[in-house]
């Protein structure tokens, strides 16, 4: 089973751009899909983007699409989600998460976290 370690999260003024990795640990990182989430303050957990596992089938949040990127690397065992244009309401906890299986929009589905790194956009 992989784990996950979220990293690049930090301070941006809006219309910057920040690039979030996730490096996972195991043998089998190239068997999981895997998907970034967020969490804003007081909402809940939301889908931001997915990738499946050879990289070739990607998904986006209608809030994201076309500002994020998703992509992988199984050599490296690492996930990215690069982010553009950033604005006051992409601030959140950004998770990486992983399943044994197709990608999917439902957090419960992916039984495999990350603890999260802080986003926080600027006006």
């Known amino acids: 089973q992989v784990q996950l370690v979220e990293s690049g999260g930090g301070l941006v003024q809006a219309g910057g751009s920040l690039r979030l990795s996730c490096a996972a640990s195991?043998?089998?990182?190239?068997?999981?899909?895997m998907a970034w989430f967020r969490q804003a303050p007081g909402k809940e957990r939301e889908f931001v983007a997915a990738?499946?596992?050879?990289?070739?089938?990607?998904s986006y949040a209608d809030s994201v699409k076309g500002r994020f990127t998703i992509s992988r690397d199984n050599a490296e065992k690492m996930v990215y989600l690069q982010m553009n244009s950033l604005k006051c309401e992409d601030t959140a906890v950004y998770y990486c998460?992983?399943?044994?299986?197709?990608?999917?929009?439902?957090?419960?589905?992916?039984?495999?976290w990350g603890r999260g790194t802080q986003v926080t956009v600027s006006s």
């Open positions: 998460a992983a399943r044994s299986g197709l990608t999917s929009k439902e957090q419960i589905l992916y039984a495999i």
């Open positions: 990738i499946s596992k050879n990289g070739g089938s990607t």
């Open positions: 195991g043998r089998t990182f190239s068997s999981y899909a």
